[in-house]
């Protein structure tokens, strides 16, 4: 919008000058042209200005409703639609080198930088690789995992029993089990208060509403409590009054 308003200005400018030119050429030029014709010369440059007037007037018109189109639009509207600019043309390279018999994908990532890998793979870290439950058999696994990979052992210890226990350090289906072995009291803790984490955790998410004993009994069964909440939520408002009429005993 600035720069059509500098060209209104400009045209403005023109339009004095030419205007003070026409009239500092009128002198010279009355000697040899008559009134009719420097009145129909004068009538034809004031036509010329009026028309580059109303030139400028529209542009400037046109750009200060294109403005407050682009003010209306969202804030994300700029991204967007590179984003579709940018989904055509892959699409439109993709089908190129399917036509050729070429793998986009390959080509693609020959162009690559190192550092373009190196964001990518920071990006794919961030995503959170979860996608839901899905059977209880992948949830039981993804909470092994989530819990062995909380786990800090002590390799040191570890390291010493590996060499003190041998082949007995592996058990297969004949070795026997160690009765005598008792873990130690800070491995016992340990694994104490795991469990009752977990135990809070999952009070946590799977807790109940607690009941108001001096809230009114309006429902007959659960289901009905959960409907009059519902009714109370959306209409509580409009049938307030009645309600207190029937409560006094002053109801029409």
Not at 116 to 140: C, H, I, L, Q
Request: glycine fraction near 4%.
């Amino acid at each position: 919008m600035t720069q059509y308003l500098r060209d209104v200005t400009h045209t403005h400018v023109i339009i004095i000058n030419m205007a003070s030119a026409s009239c500092s050429t009128e002198p010279s030029a009355s000697g040899s042209m008559s009134a009719a014709e420097r009145r129909a010369q004068r009538m034809a440059k004031l036509q010329e200005l009026s028309l580059k007037r109303n030139e400028a007037r529209k542009m400037n018109h046109q750009e200060v409703v294109e403005e407050d189109r682009r003010n209306k639009l969202p804030a994300n509207f700029e991204q967007k639609r590179k984003r579709e600019e940018w989904k055509e043309e892959e699409e439109k390279k993709r089908k190129e080198a399917e036509e050729k018999g070429e793998d986009y994908d390959r080509l693609r990532m020959l162009e690559w930088t190192a550092e373009e890998v190196e964001k990518w793979e920071r990006k794919k870290k961030k995503k959170n690789p979860d996608p839901g439950f899905s059977t209880y058999e992948a949830a039981g696994l993804r909470q092994y995992q989530a819990l062995t990979k909380k786990m800090k052992p002590n390799m040191e210890h570890y390291q010493q029993q590996k060499e003190k226990m041998g082949e007995e350090f592996y058990p297969d289906m004949n070795t026997l089990v160690d009765v005598t072995r008792k873990d130690s009291e800070e491995a016992v803790d340990r694994l104490v208060a795991d469990v009752e984490k977990q135990i809070e955790k999952r009070a946590k998410f799977s807790r109940r509403r607690g009941f108001n004993d001096d809230a009114d009994i309006d429902y007959i069964n659960e289901r009905n409590m959960r409907f009059n909440k519902k009714a109370e939520r959306f209409y509580g408002k409009y049938t307030a009054e009645i309600k207190q009429n029937l409560e006094r005993g002053t109801a029409v």
